[in-house]
């Protein structure tokens, strides 16, 4: 979803085709981004205009009160089947719409958070119900969730005192009948009941001080990088260009980098693109908006909604305040066309928002200085980067300094600020002119539009067509943010528990939530085979060292073509396709120099019917035991891959359909079929495998769901290595499955490895790993009786 839409897409490239091949030439050469920028200013028109506010039209983001009765209504449905995280979704979607039952939602989103348990979320809802007007008449309703509350939560004065309101209204409250003040009445003296019993045992404090005392980890910064590690040093050569380098031997799971983004993004996850129709319609879809914070990332629970637009949701006042001082204000208008250009368009602006115009424009002009001193150095026959090295001897260095490294500050440091992300490179001339022409004519766009709502705020000043010096300079910014983006995104994401049935072994994705800019990360170069892992939180992210990496050795990440997922050729391919570089890291090397084809390293094996011996050849495969004589059409087995694929989808979806009996017995039928043609170590055999072991589990049949997570384990293991993360997923879930299934022994043995495993790669802050801990504690607390009888 970084892309524009489609219909966005295909209209400016019809734009650039319809152009003057002359102006089509000048602006394939124009150098700087600033004089594309300029040209490509006068040529978006009223109608190109036009065409992109119809266009985003179609992104519904402003606030409609009948969407706010529809979301109620649909959330009523869901709470009424006590499917409360559904439901308070769905009332945080009504709030996000104003309407005259605000408070109405805000009451019935307290009473979806009281059922999950979230007290303290319940509570802040229950204040904002009343702030709204909650009507009077069900005033004594909501107090006896607040009293229940503050009583959950040990805050018993409070509750006393809400308690003695309750009674006074029900005292004063003429309209009440007979029966529903007898109900109120009985539920009052159930609440002091209670009260008393608090009382006589109180709650102990929750260990909140422990725990954040526990989140320090050990932390000693790079004197040169900021949110770098002491074990790391930036280099640069001509060939690797900026690069990280251990500067000591490290050990696996080692932080190595800690950072937090310069600049993220929400993505909206599925298209938010309506119909294209008159009749507006609303659908229940949760999308990323629904389920994060707008500005942290953080999961959402009583969302505060932005006073201006449906879209953007906050996980406090506090970060709903910081997210309108800081881009906000400027970007709540332009929500629809942010969401017609795409997410790199929406980042390029918050980038220079979050600068800060002093700061974009100090940078700018230094660079267009710069660039003059090169053109008239090049002028005088010298290169470019000998006229860096003394431009850099100029600014008052000593002479036998080393260069500075571009987006070092003055004195040498790396800092994540806006130099930083300024230097990325954009590499301007590597993009296809189409695509420049893309990126270019959306900037305008913005700048268009920006002028526009400027403007307005100003009634006198009369708009004007030519853009203003401060949109020229922010214009150009953006222009080349876009382009750096192409190479330097970095897409933020996160494990997110689907929700399947009511399985007690979870199922979980991998899913895209943002797209950040780390300027410290972006140092990394690539590699296939990578010996770091990178994992969020929230808007942060944390680099470690998934191997052992000898002092000297550079420290690498995987660009997204991992040599588990597919061939030399595909890799080098997508890299030099989106990067812009040929890959030579070993892997690539290694697999180019040897027999193995991309196919067979990516375990797309085939074997035969008759013998399960491999089969081999190109068009027609044939099978390598010599007593055989299969011949098979590679397109036929291409086929019977492709329907055994649709068959695996479809048990899945019985699977989240809560239909496991169904599932099961589907993925039997698949897993005999895949039997028939593919080789034991494919990986759709490791996912068969996987998903009938969730199938079991959900029945609580335990031992079978163990004896398949196993097989799958075998598969991912000789896939991606045993102490790869996703093996380390894998033996998280057999963790779970042989708790609940009482397997004590195995079981901590398998927590104990996945644990290993996951650390390296998650650190000990994870999820996965604190609830390995607690299933560990858990088992080391049962009697000793009851270990000997289940076992
Ligand atoms: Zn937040
Ligand atoms: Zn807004
Ligand atoms: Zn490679
Ligand atoms: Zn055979």
Known sequence: MERPVEQWEAYARRKWASLDPCLQQKLSVAVPLGDTFLLCVPLFQPADEEFLHRLAARNWVGKDPRAALFYKEEGNKRFQNKEYTAALILYSKAVSHNSPEMSLCYANRSAALFHLGHFEDCLEDIDRAQAQGYPNRLQPKILLRKTECLLLLGRLQEAAGVISTIESKIAMDQSLTSTTRQILLRKISQLKVKAHEKESSPVSVPEALSKTQKDLEFWEENGKISSAFSSVSLNFNSCRGRHLV?????????????????????????????????????????????????????????????????????????????????????????????????????????????????????????????????????????????????????????????????????????????????????????HSPEHKFLCTLSIVAICKKLQESQSKLKAHVKMSTELSLELKILGEAMLRHMLQLHCNAQAVTAIRESESGDSIVADSEQVRLATALFPVTSLLNHSCDPNTSVTFSGTAVTVRASQPIPRGQEIVHCYGPHRCRMGAAERRQRLLCQYFFECRCQACLDELGSDVTGIAATGDIFCCSSCHASMQGEDVLRCSSGACTLLVGRDYL????????????????????????????????????????????????????????????????????ARHLRRSIQIVEARHGPSSVETGHELFKLAQILFNGFAVSEALCTIQRAETVLCVHCGPQNAQVQELQEMRACLLELPRSLLHRVE
């Open 638 to 705: 291409l086929r019977q891959l492709w329907d055994l694929r649709l068959q695996v989808r479809t048990a899945l979806g019985l699977l989240k359909d809560n239909q496991p009996n169904q599932a099961v017995e589907l993925l039997m039928r698949c897993r005999v079929d895949a039997e028939n043609f593919l080789s034991a170590e494919h990986m759709l055999v490791g996912e068969i495998e996987d998903h009938l072991a969730q199938g079991y589990a959900t029945l609580g049949k335990w031992q079978e769901a």
């Open 246 to 430: 251990a500067t000591k031997d490290i050990l696996p799971g080692e932080n190595l980098v800690k950072e937090e983004a310069f600049v993220s993004v929400l993505s909206p996850g599925k298209s938010l693109l309506l119909q294209d129709s008159a009749e507006t319609t609303w659908d229940t879809r949760v999308t990323n908006e629904d389920l994060h914070c707008h500005r942290c990332l953080k999961q959402l629970l009583a969302s505060v909604p932005c006073g201006g637009c449906s879209y953007a949701k906050y996980c406090s006042k506090k970060c709903a305040q910081l997210a309108w001082e800081h881009y906000h204000c400027t970007e709540c208008p332009l929500g629809a066309l942010l969401l017609t250009l795409g997410v790199f368009s929406h980042v390029a602006l918050r980038t220079v928002l979050v600068a800060g115009f002093a700061e974009v424009s100090s940078l700018m002009k230094q660079f267009h200085e710069d660039d003059k001193e090169l053109h008239k150095a090049e002028a005088r026959g010298e290169s470019r980067d000998e006229t860096r090295d003394s431009t850099a001897g100029m600014e008052g260095l000593s002479e036998k300094a080393e260069p500075l490294i571009p987006g070092c500050e003055d004195d040498g440091q790396y800092r994540g600020s806006y130099q930083a992300v300024f230097n990325l490179l954009t590499h301007a001339e590597k």
